[in-house]
């Protein structure tokens, strides 16, 4: 209802929703955004964050070595899964099951193999992308169902932000070509408005696709009504062929033959085998083998392809089956038959999840991220320069505004600092340390919360650009850091294709640049306010009187951020 009496408009209702739709999850939507955003290069942290495995390069014979390896390592298993070195991995990661063990991951043994000479390497414990990537959705520091569930809430807060945001700035595309530097409010304004119209459709799709991707868990009642509660039923459904074997089959040999029955045999040579991958994917190529009941007769090899561009099929990855003993064709590549509307969800989840994307295409998905999360920090931050003057009316700061200036610094900034200061960790902590990778991850939570405290003890403005600074450094000095503690510096890891290893030192210092630039611009304005204020030679200085105190104060607040 408006002053005079009369109800409020679409516009003004929509102005109200978008506001405390955005604030009040503001805080938790930016954290997910920037640590979703960091996510597409998930697979490039990991491996950034294992520098023993820096050494490994990718050879002709790979596969080769890596069956080499297996037999050496793992001769008594009942299978084996390689996944071979590419764009986003440097070394194989080798999986194997021995007789007996527990069923699921639990059961499984693991090691990296160098791909040069199939050797097997030690690397240092530690979580990785892995870590950012399940906090992106899970939060991490409560059981994963709630975290899930949080996430979902403020997703759908964050979709409802989005379009009563459109519907609120009528002249929404107008403005984006508009931006008044040092307006105070209207600049904030502008920015706000630029950075959420430059990837709007990435910022719809992105919210939209991780609602999808929470479906079955935010709305499970149709599922329920169709398979009558059984929801393993629906999801095997949905897998297709990638259902699980059978109660029984031992370990997915053939048929299902049991132990005793089994006939000890040479493996085929798995050259050919390749060769008629190879020539069936030609663009994409092998990506991994899976080798059931290895030094059988029974034994089979499985070859998958490497990651597919297509969206349609996303979690369908084309297979060849081969028998090991004489490395006959079992059963070639057979098209998956997807109907129209796991196509449509696939499309919109695989978008999201950004797993198709070549190197190109990820480092577009990664600036539209950037870009996302400047756009919720510009909102959390135009909140309080909006209400500079009632602050400068009551001639003091509320207890309620003072709060969200300490939550906006210590979780933008602060998250930006506890990221450098996680990547940071992992090469301080010692390699052979006992649960190193739990406190890699305590270490960042530490020094987020010190980052939430930092602010209440310092100025406002004071506050972002010390927070801001050092996660500039931090991020800047990443790469040099990575070529002082074993990692491969920039100039091994680009002439020799480890793209994963340069893609990371590559992203840390676009986020050095990003975070110098904002605080160039933080600077900047202050120092030409001091420089103004500074009295001239010979002119009487005024008489300090606690109003003009008030007054500079408040002068000083609406020139921060």
């Known amino acids: 209802m408006r002053a005079d009496g009369k109800p409020e408009g679409l516009r003004q209702s929509m102005s109200w929703l978008h506001t405390w739709s955005g604030l009040l999850l503001g805080w938790l939507l930016y954290a997910v955004f920037f640590t979703g955003t960091l996510s597409y290069f998930r697979d490039e942290i990991t491996d950034w964050m294992r520098p023993e495995l820096h050494q490994s390069v990718a050879g002709e014979d790979m596969v080769q070595r890596g069956v080499e390896a297996m037999q050496r390592i793992a001769p008594t298993a009942t299978t084996w899964t390689l996944s071979f070195p590419g764009p986003r991995q440097t070394a194989i990661a080798a999986s194997w099951r021995e007789p007996g063990a527990a069923a699921g991951r639990a059961g499984m043994k693991r090691a990296e193999l160098d791909a040069a000479t199939g050797e097997r390497l030690d690397a240092r414990e530690t979580r990785g992308g892995s870590f950012l990537y399940r906090f992106h959705f899970e939060l991490y520091a409560m059981p994963r169902i709630w975290g899930r569930w949080i996430v979902g809430i403020a997703t759908m807060l964050m979709f409802v932000a989005i379009i009563t945001g459109v519907i609120t700035h009528k002249k929404i595309f107008t403005d984006f070509f508009t931006f008044r530097p040092r307006k105070g409010q209207r600049s904030w304004l502008d920015a706000h408005n630029a950075t959420a119209v430059l990837a709007l459709p990435f910022h719809i799709v992105i919210t939209f696709s991780g609602l999808l991707l929470f479906m079955n868990m935010l709305m499970p009642w149709g599922i329920q009504a169709a398979y009558n509660g059984d929801t393993s039923a629906y999801f095997s459904e949905m897998r297709g062929n990638r259902q699980a074997p059978a109660p029984g089959a031992a370990g997915g040999r053939r048929g299902g033959a049991p132990a005793q029955q089994e006939v000890p045999a040479r493996m085929a040579a798995i050259g050919p085998m390749l060769a008629q991958a190879q020539q069936t994917w030609p663009d994409t190529g092998v990506g991994s083998m899976t080798v059931n009941a290895p030094g059988t007769a029974q034994a089979t090899v499985e070859l998958r392809e490497r990651g597919g561009s297509s969206l349609i099929n996303r979690g369908i990855s084309g297979s060849m089956t081969f028998d090991g003993a004489t490395g006959e064709l079992l059963k070639g590549p057979a098209s998956a038959d997807v109907s129209w509307v796991r196509a449509t969800n696939n499309v919109f989840t695989s978008v999201h999840l950004g797993r198709f994307a070549e190197p190109a295409l990820r480092w577009l998905l990664f600036l539209s991220g950037?870009?996302?999360?400047?756009?919720?920090?510009?909102?959390?931050?135009l909140w309080v320069v909006k209400r500079l003057p009632e602050r400068r009316k009551l001639g003091r700061t509320?207890?309620?505004?003072?709060?969200?200036?300490?939550?906006?610094?210590?979780?933008?900034?602060g998250l930006s600092l506890a990221t450098a200061a996680y990547f940071w960790l992992n090469r301080l902590i010692p390699a052979g340390m006992s649960a190193r990778s739990d406190w890699e991850i305590r270490g960042f939570f530490v020094v987020w919360l010190l980052c939430l405290l930092h602010p209440m003890v310092r100025p406002h403005r004071k506050a972002w650009c010390e927070q801001l600074a050092l996660a500039t450094l931090l991020f800047a000095l990443l790469p040099l850091l990575n070529a002082m503690t074993g990692g491969a510096s920039l100039l091994q890891s680009i002439p020799g294709g480890q793209w994963s290893i340069a893609g990371f030192d590559l992203m840390m210092l676009a986020l050095a640049l990003v975070h110098g630039v904002i605080v160039w611009w933080l600077l900047k304005p202050a120092a030409g306010k001091a420089a103004a204020a500074k009295p001239a030679a010979g002119r009487s200085q005024p008489v300090a009187t606690p109003a003009a105190a008030s007054t500079a104060t408040l002068a000083a607040v609406e020139s921060a951020p």
């Open 370 to 381: 950037v870009v996302g999360t400047l756009m919720a920090a510009t909102g959390m931050v």
């Open 398 to 413: 509320p207890w309620g505004h003072r709060l969200v200036e300490v939550l906006n610094v210590g979780s933008i900034a």
